[in-house]
């Protein structure tokens, strides 16, 4: 197998396809899915650096919003999908709520919040939302 200048084995077409993760829904799996996008990401990076290093933060925070939204306003089950495409990195996250997203606006005398969505809008290149009679599949395209 051929290795990088580093030394690392370079990964297989099998390893770079996309990371298909499912999770049961808890609190602490919106860790769990960053985590799992951060080792996907790791494996990205030895065949296709990202071209600018925030785009590495900007790919787990928008897997952070995304399952974060989902545990608040989703109850059970989702699914985290994270791939490479000619124009740069796709997270789709499959939750159970047939209600898409909405902009909320942000009002410090009810706490945190409001905040997400939009950042998910402001970091990505394109955002879509596709309901299925079961729920829905949010598509967030980042740059690589």
Known sequence: MESDP???????????????????????DVTDARLSAEGYLRVLARASPPSSPEYWDDVLLVVTELAAN????????????????????????????????????????????GIGWHLVHALCHRVSVVVRPDGKDVHALLPW
């Open 70 to 113: 989902t545990i608040q306003y989703a109850p059970g089950p989702f699914e985290l999908r994270v791939r490479p495409t000619g124009d740069g990195v796709q997270v789709t996250l499959r939750d159970s709520s047939t209600t898409p997203p909405t902009p909320r606006r942000m009002n410090p005398s009810r706490g945190a919040g």
């Open 6 to 28: 580093r030394g690392d084995k370079r990964p297989s077409d099998e390893e770079l396809e996309s990371l298909d993760v499912v999770f049961p829904g808890r609190l602490r």
